[in-house]
């Protein structure tokens, strides 16, 4: 059976790797590409897919919007989330939301062909490092708590943080209001326990 799958991402050079890996290991594969909220949207509406590999930060996109509509108004189209941010950042977040899967993009090669073949067995799929994760020791588990307690536009914007963005520029990134944006920074803070940008980057990279 021909499966249909969406390579959503913004780098040419990642969606052009994903596609000759999937033709080499898939015989009956159909492979779309997208690089933007708009053509990945106008993509869903023209035609079902069995999988979308998408990426968390596509410029402009909102991430969350598109996984909550894929996970709740297309049934038969599963989400295996493909990102260069580790496990504990995002991964729980995106299985909650309704992903199939999170594969990092420093992964092998043959773990990204595994994650493929199990969603698209109607699995999901849960990487060695989620794995651990969520059965993670008592110490490591504070920490996971503490991210578990951000909502995904708050983990966005402390990796904008963490990152050295200045919060005008990751209201412009994000498109809402700066002072939506400081709002944001103040609940990651009282959520967190810390009182500067160098004690959150402390946490999410320890």
């Known amino acids: 059976m021909m499966k249909k799958i969406l390579l959503a991402d913004d780098h040419?050079?990642?969606?052009?790797?994903?596609?000759?890996?999937?033709?080499?290991?898939?015989?009956?594969?159909?492979?779309?590409?997208?690089?933007?909220?708009?053509?990945?949207?106008?993509?869903?509406?023209?035609?079902?897919?069995h999988l979308i590999i998408l990426?968390?930060?596509?410029?402009?996109?909102?991430?969350?919007g598109l996984l909550k509509y894929?996970?709740?108004?297309?049934?038969?189209?599963?989400?295996?989330?493909f990102s260069m941010h580790t496990e504990e950042l995002y991964g729980m977040?995106?299985?909650?939301?309704?992903?199939?899967?999170?594969?990092?993009?420093?992964?092998?090669?043959?773990?990204?062909?595994?994650?493929?073949e199990k969603i698209l067995d109607g699995k999901r799929y849960i990487s060695d490092a989620m794995a651990e994760l969520i059965v993670a020791s008592d110490n490591q588990q504070k920490k996971i708590d503490l991210l578990e307690s951000l909502s995904f536009k708050e983990l966005e914007i402390a990796r904008f943080l963490c990152e050295g963005k200045a919060l005008l520029e990751i209201s412009d990134t994000l498109k809402i209001q700066y002072s939506t944006t400081c709002k944001y920074k103040q609940q990651i803070f009282e959520k967190l326990g810390i009182d500067s940008i160098a004690a959150m980057s402390r946490l999410m990279n320890r």
């Not at 596609?19 to 708009?38: P, S």
């Not at 299985?95 to 899967?101: S, Y």
């Open 12 to 49: 040419s050079i990642v969606r052009l790797g994903l596609r000759i890996l999937l033709v080499e290991a898939f015989k009956q594969v159909m492979i779309d590409e997208a690089d933007t909220e708009a053509s990945i949207l106008q993509l869903l509406k023209t035609q079902p897919y």
């Open 93 to 116: 977040h995106c299985l909650r939301m309704g992903a199939k899967g999170y594969v990092r993009k420093s992964s092998h090669e043959k773990e990204i062909i595994k994650a493929v």
């Open 70 to 81: 894929i996970s709740t108004d297309l049934k038969t189209t599963s989400v295996l989330v």
């Open 55 to 64: 990426d968390v930060s596509i410029p402009g996109a909102d991430f969350m």
